[in-house]
């Protein structure tokens, strides 16, 4: 079809509709869904969702890296903050009934499920780190580093490079060698392997997906993402997950207490 033109532009962009392409967000979502998406390796996602949403990330074919970062919505300057969440918490491994604090002591989600190793130490690559090892780390390369990504995702929400905090990283495990203190890249844990988070605030997510900064293996290596979230309720009194720990009781109350004076 020719595009010389505006008109044949228009008919050749009109005759794209209803095209549907391995990785894509599913506008509208499926019954019961409020958002559904498969995120290509090298690319990235984001979106703001409602407190009580329950956010499920699946490693499709055992090679997606899913680094996060959460932002309570509307007040960007609450983020997470993974030494707080380190700390707090006694834990620097996040599975099944660990929490994601702010830096105030609050609750910005809390893992309900996982069979996905999590990464708090490393954060994400670079542009000039993917440059040296595959030759490029533009977003738009072969080879995007994840702060490059994480900077386009932030830019749709108003934020810029300097509001991008260490993320945390979930299905490329690495551990700390108790002898050496040197970091060991333990890989994946294979397709299929997914967290579920439940969201404690309105939270706006961003997701890079891409490869791990320390994986060994030659050449990037970065599969796709599914992402799905549904409606859901907060933790609440009574919840196994609030009183497991003294420390994260406090930090659920302190969320709490700073909802309640906002009204939510």
């Known amino acids: 079809m020719a595009t010389a033109t505006t008109y044949g532009a228009r008919e050749h962009a009109r005759a794209q509709e209803g095209t549907v392409v391995p990785a894509m967000p599913r506008v509208p979502a499926p019954a019961g869904l409020t958002w559904s998406e498969t995120v290509a390796g090298g690319n990235y996602t984001h979106r703001a969702l409602a407190r009580g949403t329950e956010l499920t990330l699946t490693d499709a074919t055992g090679d997606a890296c899913a680094h996060l970062l959460l932002y ?124 579920t988070l439940r969201l404690e605030m309105p939270v706006t997510v961003l997701v890079a997906n891409a490869a791990h900064p320390i994986d060994p293996r030659p050449g990037y290596h970065c599969g796709p993402l599914e992402v799905a979230a549904s409606p859901g309720r907060p933790t609440a009194p009574g919840d196994p997950l609030w009183a497991a720990t003294p420390e994260g009781r406090r930090a659920f109350e302190n969320t709490a207490d700073h909802l309640t004076a906002r009204g939510m």
């Open 72 to 195: 309570v919505t509307d007040r960007p300057w609450e983020r997470l903050n993974i030494a707080d969440t380190i700390k707090v918490l006694w834990n620097a491994y996040p599975g099944a009934g660990h929490l994601l604090l702010s830096d105030q002591g609050r609750v910005l989600a809390s893992v309900l499920e996982s069979t996905a190793p999590a990464d708090t130490l490393c954060g994400v690559s670079t542009l000039r780190r993917n440059t040296e090892r595959y030759g490029d780390g533009a977003p738009q390369s072969s080879s995007p580093a994840g702060r490059e990504l994480f900077k386009l995702a932030a830019a749709k929400h108003g934020l810029s490079p300097r509001d991008l905090p260490p993320s945390i990283s979930f299905f490329q495990g690495v551990r700390v060698d108790p002898e050496s203190g040197r970091l060991e890249f333990t890989g994946s844990a294979g397709p299929g392997a997914s967290i």
